[in-house]
């Protein structure tokens, strides 16, 4: 069975950063592209970053300076560090099977990112 299990979120300042974890089982990770999406209240689902088997990675442009994504294979672990969070970036953060072309449909179920003072 594939399991995704996000953790790292919580309420941070803007201006704060936050570092985002997401431990796999039940598939070979080092042979799987990797993504981060978010969802906001009231809004659908929006991609935030993928990275490859390669290692390289591709993000949305407007995060791009402030997110990073990267993996850990020994660790089947996804991470997602976020720096100079903004109260926009509120949502509930998925980690997803598989790259920026999927459906998303494999994806845990997500670990609440609050920014506000």
């Known amino acids: 069975e594939v399991r995704l299990v996000e953790s790292g979120g919580g309420l941070v300042q803007p201006g704060g950063s936050l570092r985002l974890s997401c431990t796999t089982t039940?598939?070979?990770?080092?042979?799987?592209?990797m993504s981060w999406v978010r969802q906001a209240p009231g809004k659908g689902l929006e991609w935030i970053a993928s990275?490859?088997?390669?290692?390289?990675?591709t993000y949305l442009d407007s995060l791009k300076d402030r997110f990073t994504i990267s993996r850990d294979n020994d660790k089947s672990t996804l991470y997602l560090q976020m720096n100079n969070l903004k109260p926009e970036d509120t949502a509930v953060y998925h980690c997803?099977?598989?790259?920026?072309?999927?459906?998303?449909?494999?994806r845990g179920q997500g670990t609440q990112v609050t920014v506000s003072s």
């Open positions: 990275i490859y088997v390669t290692n390289s990675a």
């Open positions: 039940g598939f070979t990770f080092r042979t799987n592209s």
């Open positions: 997803a099977k598989g790259g920026p072309y999927t459906n998303f449909s494999i």
